[in-house]
């Protein structure tokens, strides 16, 4: 057996139905667990999100506002699964992966809170000043059997790292160079050097530049693509129905089909599952630990305030993003078609052709648009991700300088070259990170319990008294 056989077999593990399995059942768990609080008070934590920063708390500790942080972690979490991924799911698992996607980013609010809570409570401060945290340091600190603690700390790390090259590096910037390529004739050394040079300018500045560029970029990147899409489904909107019709009929149905007129796509529930819920991970990253890595920068005076801020990352990122991509192609016709080949569409290529099919040549430009600068972001959040990651491992600060200058050197390696291998090392690592995560996750989900009952109680209640004082007056 080959060492790249190994590799694919281990990849086929962890994205597997049993790691599913544990990702969605450890969602339920700490949903149950945290008395459905993370759904309950969504609300207001899409309204914190968009609040001002009170100056009253001016001293919290943190390098980045709670914003930025956000905005960080969602910078590696809207990415090519967005546009790629939903297409993907729903041709493997037909249109009804979109509502298993939707099933497991609900579960994901209450994981993706509690990595949150627990990577500003366990947090530490580094020799630079600097916040360090994530789910490494809260196995490390709350770990009462630290041998395990530490293990687990170390193997999460490790994974980390070596995936921020590849599934946070490479594979977005090949993703661009072949976009940009297919779209507009621009050599992939070309769009390798301009992405290497672009990295360089923000990487090399650390967390407040990364903090800045992304609190910009991914707004303004999300509302773009959201508009565009909302053009296309208006377009279609006669062919809407019937597409959301499809997406809930085969979500349920023991054995459904769907697809356009060139083509048919079959599949059962079970299937609709796997990729709906495969996809909605992958694109979310709900459980794999990364996101909580952003979620220590910022400045907070309660875990459990940046824990709910941090955890709408999963709701703009699937219940926004991946849906309004979902239903695109679904009012396209476009599911289910082939291509010149006689193989039917997936990927860039589907959504693409759903957009080309209410604007035209135009509609090929946006998803170029979309891909990189959506995957752009995707390498600056990740980058942060692998430094502290491989900071936890070694101490030396000069290792984040060269961590950070060989990282903006490979996104012109996987800009221009294809190295199947190297990816698939990076996709078995980055679903490796969810082990060691949900053990912790598990363990001290008693910790997440208590400060999510303290903070209701301390300051969500007497808000909301406070609110409905000011409304009578």
Same mark, same amino acid.
């Given at each position: 057996?080959?060492?790249?056989?190994?590799?694919?077999?281990?990849?086929?593990?962890?994205w597997?139905?049993?790691?599913?399995?544990?990702?969605? @059942?450890?969602?339920?768990f700490?949903t149950?667990?945290?008395?459905?609080?993370?759904?309950?008070?969504?609300?207001y934590?899409?309204?914190?999100v968009f609040a001002?920063?009170?100056?009253t708390?001016?001293d919290?500790?943190g390098?980045?506002?709670?914003?930025?942080?956000l905005?960080?972690?969602?910078a590696a979490?809207?990415?090519?699964?967005?546009?790629?991924g939903?297409?993907?799911?729903?041709?493997?698992?037909?249109?009804?992966a979109l509502?298993?996607?939707?099933?497991?980013?609900?579960?994901?609010?209450?994981?993706?809170y509690?990595?949150?809570? =627990?990577?500003?409570?366990?947090r530490?401060?580094?020799?630079?000043g600097?916040m360090a945290?994530?789910?490494?340091?809260a196995m490390?600190n709350?770990?009462?059997?630290?041998k395990i603690?530490?293990?687990?700390?170390?193997?999460?790390?490790l994974?980390?790292?070596?995936a921020?090259?590849?599934?946070?590096?490479?594979?977005?910037a090949n993703s661009?160079?072949?976009?940009v390529?297919?779209?507009?004739?621009?050599?992939?050394?070309?769009?390798?050097?301009?992405?290497?040079?672009?990295?360089?300018?923000v990487?090399?500045g650390?967390?407040?530049s990364?903090?800045?560029?992304s609190?910009?970029?991914?707004?303004?990147?999300?509302?773009?693509y959201?508009?565009?899409?909302?053009?296309v489904?208006i377009?279609?909107f006669?062919?809407?129905?019937?597409?959301?019709?499809?997406?809930?009929t085969?979500?349920?149905?023991?054995t459904?089909?769907?697809g356009?007129?060139?083509g048919?796509?079959?599949?059962?529930m079970?299937t609709?599952m796997?990729?709906?819920?495969?996809r909605?991970?992958?694109?979310?990253?709900a459980?794999?630990?990364?996101?909580?890595?952003?979620a220590?920068?910022?400045?907070?005076?309660h875990?459990?305030r940046?824990?709910?801020?941090n955890?709408?990352?999963?709701?703009?990122d699937?219940?926004?993003?991946c849906?309004?991509?979902?239903?695109?192609i679904?009012?396209?016709?476009? =599911?289910?078609?082939?291509?010149?080949s006689?193989?039917?569409?997936?990927?860039?290529?589907?959504?693409?052709?759903a957009?080309?099919?209410a604007l035209?040549p135009?509609?090929?430009?946006?998803v170029t648009?979309?891909i990189?600068?959506?995957?752009?972001?995707?390498?600056?959040?990740w980058?942060?991700? @692998?430094?502290?990651?491989?900071e936890?491992?070694?101490?030396a600060?000069?290792?984040?300088?060269?961590y950070?200058?060989?990282y903006?050197?490979?996104?012109?390696?996987?800009?221009?070259?294809?190295?199947e291998?190297v990816w698939?090392?990076?996709?078995?690592?980055?679903?490796?990170?969810?082990?060691?995560?949900?053990?912790?996750?598990?363990?001290?989900s008693?910790?997440?319990?208590k400060?999510?009952?303290?903070?209701?109680?301390?300051?969500l209640?007497?808000?909301?008294?406070a609110?409905?004082?000011?409304k009578?007056?």
């Amino acid at each position: 057996m080959s060492f790249s056989d190994i590799i694919s077999a281990v990849n086929n593990f962890v994205w597997g139905p049993v790691m599913l399995a544990l990702l969605m @059942g450890t969602g339920i768990f700490l949903t149950v667990r945290l008395k459905f609080k993370p759904w309950l008070n969504l609300g207001y934590a899409l309204k914190s999100v968009f609040a001002k920063q009170d100056k009253t708390h001016s001293d919290d500790s943190g390098d980045i506002s709670p914003f930025q942080s956000l905005m960080t972690a969602l910078a590696a979490t809207i990415g090519t699964g967005n546009i790629v991924g939903v297409a993907t799911a729903m041709v493997l698992g037909g249109p009804g992966a979109l509502v298993w996607m939707w099933i497991s980013a609900l579960f994901g609010l209450s994981t993706k809170y509690a990595e949150s809570v =627990l990577a500003v409570k366990y947090r530490e401060t580094n020799v630079k000043g600097e916040m360090a945290g994530g789910p490494m340091y809260a196995m490390k600190n709350g770990f009462k059997n630290k041998k395990i603690g530490l293990t687990l700390a170390f193997l999460f790390s490790l994974f980390a790292t070596v995936a921020s090259f590849g599934i946070g590096n490479m594979t977005q910037a090949n993703s661009i160079a072949g976009a940009v390529n297919g779209t507009f004739g621009v050599p992939t050394w070309i769009t390798g050097l301009i992405l290497m040079a672009l990295a360089f300018m923000v990487i090399l500045g650390g967390i407040k530049s990364i903090g800045r560029v992304s609190g910009v970029i991914v707004p303004f990147m999300a509302v773009f693509y959201v508009l565009a899409s909302i053009v296309v489904i208006i377009i279609n909107f006669e062919n809407l129905p019937a597409g959301i019709t499809e997406i809930f009929t085969m979500a349920f149905s023991p054995t459904a089909m769907a697809g356009g007129v060139g083509g048919t796509i079959i599949a059962t529930m079970l299937t609709a599952m796997r990729w709906g819920v495969a996809r909605g991970v992958f694109s979310n990253e709900a459980g794999l630990g990364s996101a909580p890595i952003a979620a220590a920068a910022a400045k907070t005076d309660h875990p459990s305030r940046q824990g709910y801020i941090n955890m709408t990352g999963t709701f703009f990122d699937t219940i926004v993003v991946c849906t309004i991509t979902g239903l695109v192609i679904a009012s396209s016709g476009a =599911l289910g078609t082939l291509d010149a080949s006689g193989e039917i569409l997936m990927g860039a290529n589907l959504t693409i052709a759903a957009f080309q099919s209410a604007l035209g040549p135009v509609g090929g430009y946006i998803v170029t648009v979309g891909i990189t600068l959506f995957a752009f972001s995707t390498i600056l959040g990740w980058e942060y991700y @692998g430094e502290k990651s491989l900071e936890y491992l070694i101490k030396a600060p000069i290792a984040v300088t060269i961590y950070r200058v060989l990282y903006c050197l490979v996104v012109f390696v996987g800009a221009t070259t294809a190295l199947e291998i190297v990816w698939n090392l990076s996709d078995a690592m980055n679903g490796m990170m969810a082990i060691p995560n949900l053990i912790s996750l598990l363990v001290l989900s008693s910790v997440v319990a208590k400060e999510c009952f303290e903070f209701q109680t301390d300051f969500l209640i007497p808000e909301k008294l406070a609110f409905k004082e000011a409304k009578k007056k």
